[in-house]
């Protein structure tokens, strides 16, 4: 595994990549939009204009629940996003990751609509300097990408203005939209917009299942620093030792790497409620944990003896291993998510093992589950996929038996290939005895 400094020099690396536009896979974007007749998507959730330009609203961390101030707009046959935003923001946050590209922008002073399309003129007092000293390195990035925005006078009193007008330039007035947020929908119907309107939840999963070579990198990045934690949690582990403990251990790990904890669930444990759960001498317990670089998630699980096991868990723990190692050996483009436990319920049968251990398949990327979704009745349903190449999986590999002396996981996370599954992460050993 690589050393904590190394991670985050390789993390830095990855933000400065990040400046230059967003990771999203434009390429599989126009194949999406394509395929289920989308003309444009909108999106205004924080982690979807991110994916679009590489920017995330920070004002999403401090006022989750409202809607959305920053707006990104994908148009088919184009490769570029635009993006609406205020004023305000795009000179104090946006505008310090550069142009990306020489990013078109909307901005607008008020997040509000009247229903008109009344433009501004910008105010000389905003963040204007005396002169009496040269503007710092920060402020003269925002003065200049700022102005340049302005240039184009493409600045309104009001976000439903700048939204309208940027969908109209755009040629996506008519024609179908796909949208993240029910403002959209409330723009376009207060001007009566023509074209029709669709959910891009499920839209934006089909895009985002297929990753571009930036998401590849940042999902090895995470990854990689992920397994790291966990492996160094697992290092520290000793009987005795209090679940709510190893739990903030890993946060401590993951942030030493340059990632974000999500979640570690321990020995099938995902609360941190209970304050009397111990490692006990003779235990099998799973450590499953995901956290993410940049929003892209790394997870990965394993199984830990502490001493001797029982006979049936370390049977348990084989076959999980066994299935696992069939599977990705088999991974390749053109399988279906059915295959992967197919091939897993085929060791099972050849071991003669009668072993409670399943195998499941879920993307994994900007979210831990992120894949397109059978819709059930208003409710989403396992869908089962083609794999495809570029496509990063993990298969969970998880005994449900109880009354064995333990728990009993294992998980990777791998890159389809044409010629097969790559590990994006050091492997090392799925049971680890200590």
């Known amino acids: 595994m690589a050393d904590a400094e190394t991670l985050l020099r390789q993390g830095d690396a990855l ?6 536009g967003g990771p ?20 205004g959730d924080p982690l979807n204009v991110f994916h679009m330009t590489g920017y995330y609203p920070q004002i999403g961390l401090t006022r989750p629940g409202h809607p959305p101030t920053t707006l990104a707009i994908l148009k088919r046959g184009e490769m570029q ?31 509000d609509d009247a229903g008109d399309d009344q433009r501004a003129t910008a105010d000389p007092a905003f963040f204007a300097s005396p002169g009496e000293t040269a503007l710092t390195n920060v402020e003269h990035q925002r003065r200049s990408e700022t102005d340049r925005i302005l240039s184009g006078d493409t600045l309104f009193q009001r ?37 029709a309107l669709v959910p891009a939840d499920n839209i934006l999963r089909w895009i985002r299942i297929v990753k571009s070579p930036l998401e590849i990198a940042l999902m090895t990045q995470g990854a990689t620093a992920n397994a790291s934690a966990v492996e160094a949690v697992v290092a520290s582990v000793k009987a005795g030792a ?77 076959v999980a291993v066994r299935g696992w190692e069939a599977i990705r050996e088999a991974l390749r483009p053109g399988m279906r998510f059915a295959d992967v436990g197919r091939i897993g319920r085929e060791v099972l049968e050849k071991t ?81 005895t200590i």
């Open 81 to 111: 996003p635009v993006v609406v935003t205020s004023h305000f923001i795009y000179y104090y946050t946006f505008a310090d990751g550069g142009s990306r590209g020489d990013i078109r922008a909307y901005l607008y002073e008020a997040a």
């Open 159 to 195: 976000s439903g203005s700048a939204l309208a007008e940027a969908l109209r330039d755009m040629g996506l007035w008519s024609g179908t939209l796909a949208y993240d947020h029910d403002v959209v929908r409330v723009v376009s119907e207060r001007r009566d917009r023509p074209g």
């Open 242 to 318: 209090s679940y709510r403990d190893i739990r903030r251990l890993y946060e401590i790990e993951t942030a030493r790497r340059g990632n974000r904890p999500v979640f570690m669930t321990i020995d099938r444990v995902s609360s941190p409620l209970p304050s009397d759960y111990t490692v006990r001498e003779g235990q099998s317990l799973f450590f499953d944990g995901v956290s993410h670089f940049s929003n892209y998630h790394g997870d990965y699980a394993r199984t830990v003896f502490v001493g001797e096991p029982t006979a049936v868990v370390r049977r348990e723990a084989d």
């Open 352 to 432: 003669g093992a009668a072993s409670s251990v399943t195998f499941g398949p879920h993307s994994c990327g900007l979210m831990h589950t992120d894949e397109p979704a059978a819709e059930m009745g208003g409710f989403y349903g396992k869908e089962d996929l083609l794999i495809e190449e570029n496509m990063i999986l993990s298969v969970d590999c998880p005994s449900l038996a109880t009354g064995i002396g333990g728990s009993v996981h294992i998980e990777d996370l791998v890159l389809i290939t044409p010629n097969g599954a790559v590990p994006i992460h050091p492997v090392g050993a799925h049971v680890i």
């Open 15 to 20: 933000l400065d990549r990040l400046a230059q």
């Open 24 to 43: 999203m896979n434009f390429v599989r974007a126009q194949e999406v939009m394509e395929r289920f007749g989308i003309d444009g998507i909108v999106v």
